[in-house]
């Protein structure tokens, strides 16, 4: 026998009883942002490498360790994109969206980063993100909170996730605070491992995040970013947390809140979770007001999140919000007699014009009543129509139901509809 072929580690298929509960989430995810006005941007899977060092950072994990970069055929380099941002804002210069302009976009789809897989982790997952441009006012970083907010309490989850924002400040302000950070670690370098001690080269910030216990507690005494606000900064950050606290969002500052790419200034915020174990983040985002310059643009401000999808379905799950048996069918027409199949279909058809909701599979294949039945079964559906030559011969259908106690019936052709609308 042939060797089979398996899936890359980390990149999952998503079989029909997990994507019905993906296309719950989606359908709800559609809904909210159009309730917002945002309207969809769909970019290329593939970019050049340069996207992602320029926009990401050249010093972060996922440009130093995580891309899926390859060379083509014409030998340019490019990348699997590790995240949405950086292309929306590529697109948006690229063809006139943001100059001068306002823009709400929204994108779901799949990201690649070559991570360590574990639950909630992998390497090719999807990311539903919203993105604007051209509003530089705390009303529009509130607005994009409100919205993740909104899908928390649609899914009934409200209470398993917790907001955490934080102010990263203008550049000045970093580059001063990076300083100050600096003098404090150098001072205890002894007690650094040797990945912050890496960071601490290349990127301090990132020391912030570590996830090592004696890390952290050498950087709970740090200087804090927050000290090294600038004024604006400041005033921003205050009037999104009374936008916040007017809307009634409960949220943590954290002051060590960095964020693992390079593009933020100001508000940056995670809804993380501890239901989902170590991958905790379900949710994340800030305020990028340099990235659209540094890509070639003309100045414009920018906020916006992305959602892990992987993460979402799988605390819907843990938390039992989702539906998980979704059938495929209502309705199962079985066509007993070779010579019934054209009048089955015929009636199957009939209905899908009837009631574009219900799901109508017909029998394919032939066989006997008991295997017809059980095809029905396993379709989930909750009525059998049986359509036998005698049926045909009358112009009726029988209607069996196969879940609760109904009765079984037989009706007139056109009268079908009407009894099926009771017992659905
Ligand atoms: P990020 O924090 O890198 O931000 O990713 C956002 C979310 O994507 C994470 O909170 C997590 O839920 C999900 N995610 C990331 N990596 C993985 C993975 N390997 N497996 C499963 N889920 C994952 C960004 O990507 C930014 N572009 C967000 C943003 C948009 N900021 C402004 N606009």
Redesign the pocket.
């Known amino acids: 026998m042939a060797k089979t072929i398996q899936a890359i580690r980390g990149m999952n298929d998503c079989l029909p009883t997990e994507s019905a509960k993906w296309q719950q989430v989606e359908a709800v995810i559609r809904q909210v942002v159009a309730s917002y006005g945002y309207q969809e941007i769909r970019t290329p899977i593939v970019e050049s490498t340069d996207l992602f060092k320029r926009s990401i950072g050249e010093v972060t994990d ?1 440009v130093e360790k995580e891309m899926y970069t390859f060379a083509d055929r014409n030998g340019d380099s490019l990348t699997l994109r ?4 950086a292309s929306a804002v590529r697109a948006g210069n690229e063809h006139g969206l943001i100059y001068n302009q306002q823009q709400r976009l929204w994108y779901m789809g799949p ?1 690649f ?1 070559h ?1 360590r897989p574990q639950k ?4 090719q ?1 999807h ?1 539903f ?3 604007t441009y051209g509003l530089e006012s705390a009303d529009i970083d509130a607005e994009v909170i409100l919205l993740s907010a909104r899908l928390w309490k649609l899914f009934g989850i409200e209470d398993a996730v917790t907001l955490q924002i934080n102010s990263l400040g203008s550049n000045e302000a970093r580059q001063n605070y990076k300083q100050a950070l600096v003098t404090y670690l150098m001072a205890h370098q002894s007690q650094l491992d040797e990945d912050s001690l890496r960071r601490l080269e290349s990127n301090p910030l990132r020391v912030l995040d570590s996830k090592n216990p004696q890390v952290q507690a050498l950087v709970k005494d740090a200087p804090s970013l927050f000290d090294y606000l600038d004024d604006d900064s400041k005033a921003h950050f205050d009037l999104l947390c009374q936008l916040l606290d007017d809307a009634g969002i409960r949220y943590e500052i954290n002051p060590r809140l960095v ?3 390079d593009y ?1 200034n100001r508000t940056v915020f ?1 809804w993380v979770t501890d239901s989902l174990g170590a ?1 905790g ?6 305020r ?1 007001d340099g990235l659209v310059e540094q890509l070639g643009g003309k100045a414009s401000p920018g ?6 999808l ?2 979402l379905v799988l605390l819907l799950d843990t938390l039992q919000k989702i539906d998980q048996d979704m059938p495929a069918a209502d309705i199962y027409v079985t066509a007993l007699g070779d010579d019934t199949r054209a009048f089955a279909s015929k009636v199957a058809e009939s209905l899908r014009d009837t009631d574009k909701q219900w799901r109508v599979m017909l029998h394919c294949g032939g066989g006997n009543l008991k295997k017809q039945l059980k095809r029905a079964d396993k379709a989930g559906a909750s009525v059998a129509l049986l359509i036998g030559s005698e049926e045909m011969a009358n112009q009726q259908v029988t209607i069996k139901p196969l879940r609760g106690n109904g009765e079984q019936s037989t009706v007139a052709c056109n009268e079908l509809a009407e009894a099926l609308f009771s017992v659905l």
Not at 303 to 308: D, E, P, Q, S, T
């Open positions: 996922i590790p995240e949405g941002t990201m980063r991570e909630g982790r992998y390497r997952f990311q993100g919203v993105e964020r693992g790419l933020y995670e991958q983040t379900v949710c994340a985002g800030g990028y906020v916006g999140f992305a959602l892990g992987e993460r």
